[in-house]
């Protein structure tokens, strides 16, 4: 017979998974994110403030790593690959989709997208270090969630301008190296209106190529057996 005892109620004992991102050396260890934190989550969506929803989500993902790390310093495909984990092991693992069928309006497909196929792609030409010229150019490194938390009102040509001032990492020429703390915004800013096209190609080449999750699906009408592709590109794509 249960008893009425005045103590303290049993917590949730929440299970912890391990999975490798590829800027890190050890293995995340995570948790499922919880109630409160889903309700945080929800409520920004509910604000309909992209920057709301960027911090929800990063504050989400930081209390469910054990690791000493901080999730705002990720290169940005290993955070969202990270959410993603993190995502499935909380609400489901598929994610059941509805899709149209381009040959027919009215032709839905029921489609469940397994969150654990989705995987970094990645490009063999890859280089963060670009060269102008011989012994001129610069290293780049990753844009995070932070890069983009702060401009969410801003426009695409804007956000890619403060990118790319934010993601150089060093200039080099010659024997010199100038290091990104040691340039003012103004001077990197400067720097970057002055290149030429030609340079700046160069540079978009890093953001083309560097690592990102980029996953396909094909599906096929019944009816008149025609098959289509849908590409997610980047974890927002999925939800």
């Known amino acids: 017979m249960r008893t009425n005892v005045n103590r303290t109620l049993p917590l949730n004992e929440v299970p912890k998974y391990t999975y490798k991102l590829q800027s890190v050396k050890d293995p995340i260890t995570y948790r499922p994110f919880l109630v409160k934190e889903e309700k945080v989550m929800l409520m920004a969506i509910e604000s309909d403030k992209e920057e709301d929803m960027q911090q929800a989500i990063t504050d989400t993902v930081q209390a469910c790593v ?32 509805k899709l149209k069928c ?7 497909i029921d489609y469940d997208l397994k969150l654990d196929d989705v995987k970094l792609s990645t490009d063999a030409n890859h280089k963060d270090t670009i060269e102008f010229s011989k012994g001129y ?8 969630i932070s890069s983009y938390n702060s401009k969410a009102d801003l426009t695409q040509v804007e956000v890619g301008f403060k ?7 060093s200039i080099f020429k010659g024997d010199q190296i100038y290091d990104r703390n040691s340039v003012s915004d103004e ?10 096209q030609d340079q700046y190609k160069k540079l978009m080449v890093f953001y083309d190529t560097m690592p990102r999750i980029r996953h396909k699906i094909e599906y096929q009408n019944p009816k008149s057996g025609k098959k289509f592709s849908l590409v997610f590109n980047g974890a927002s794509d999925f939800f």
């Open 102 to 108: 381009p040959d027919d309006d009215k032709e839905i």
């Open 187 to 196: 001077e990197m800013e400067e720097f970057v209106n002055n290149l030429t």
């Open 163 to 169: 990118l790319l001032n934010e993601s150089i990492k």
């Open 66 to 97: 054990y690791n000493d790390i901080d999730v705002s310093k990720l290169p940005i495909y290993d955070f969202e690959m990270l959410y993603l984990q993190i995502r499935s092991k909380s609400v489901g693992e598929i994610i059941k989709l």
């Open 137 to 144: 150019g610069v290293v780049l490194d990753y844009p995070t």
